[in-house]
T-cell receptor, first 112, second 114 residues
Framework: QKEVEQNSGPLSVPEGAIASLNCTYSDRGSQSFFWYRQYSGKSPELIMF????GDKEDGRFTAQLNKASQYVSLLIRDSQPSDSATYLCAVRYSGSARQLTFGSGTQLTVLP | DGGITQSPKYLFRKEGQNVTLSCEQN?????MYWYRQDPGQGLRLIYYSQIVNDFQKGDIAEGYSVSREKKESFPLTVTSAQKNPTAFYLCASSSGQATGEKLFFGSGTQLSVL
């Protein structure tokens, strides 16, 4: 069973702080990694994807990938109350065509 | 506007009844997916289709059925064999071959049992 593990939280950070969200995965052959944001009762929306070791930055968001440790993270700088949501980590495993395996999500609350 | 349309937004099922959730996309995407989400959980794959007239079981296909007669449409039937159908159902599609290809999601259907 190929798994994606996330700390369910809730994670609370003050406004303006850095929020750090973590995800581990079980298959070393995994190819690509995605972070989705989901507001309550809504569908997920893609924030970032990464497939090479290292950091990838997009505005206030940075994805970090360490394939040796089977670890991917999402940093949110200058957190805003509007960032309060559940963040889902998803992994495309090798040989899995186009399917994604999702973690259970981390609930983030940014306190004003 | 291009996108994925799911209907209905809310659906109620009586015991022993089959119900069908609609999913239509006008993005010209080849691949379509159905996911189930339970409260506080991630998304679990029910079925997926990479091409018209072909589909594959996901991780939790038991009690569900699908069809893909048209590129634009991928309806999901929740059969009476699915004993715990209450969940949020999400349809998604994707297009290309790229490693980072994006999943586009519909707005979801909340299914409840009467």
């Amino acid at each position: 069973q190929k798994e994606v593990e996330q700390n369910s939280g809730p994670l609370s950070v003050p406004e303006g702080a850095i929020a750090s969200l973590n995800c581990t995965y079980s298959d070393r052959g995994s190819q690509s990694f995605f972070w989705y944001r989901q507001y309550s009762g809504k569908s997920p929306e893609l924030i970032m994807f990464i497939y090479s070791n290292g950091d990838k930055e997009d505005g206030r968001f940075t994805a970090q990938l360490n394939k040796a440790s089977q670890y991917v993270s999402l940093l949110i700088r200058d957190s805003q109350p509007s960032d309060s949501a559940t963040y889902l980590c998803a992994v495309r495993y090798s040989g899995s065509a186009r399917q994604l395996t999702f973690g259970s999500g981390t609930q983030l609350t940014v306190l004003p | 506007d291009g996108g994925i349309t799911q209907s209905p937004k809310y659906l109620f099922r009586k015991e022993g009844q089959n119900v069908t959730l609609s999913c239509e996309q006008n993005l010209n995407h080849d691949a379509m997916y159905w996911y189930r989400q339970d409260p506080g959980q991630g998304l679990r794959l029910i079925y997926y289709s990479q091409i018209v007239n072909d589909f594959q079981k996901g991780d939790i296909a038991e009690g569900y059925s699908v069809s893909r007669e048209k590129k634009e449409s991928f309806p999901l039937t929740v059969t009476s064999a699915q004993k715990n159908p209450t969940a949020f159902y999400l349809c998604a599609s994707s297009s290309g071959q790229a490693t980072g290809e994006k999943l586009f999601f519909g707005s979801g259907t909340q299914l409840s049992v009467l």
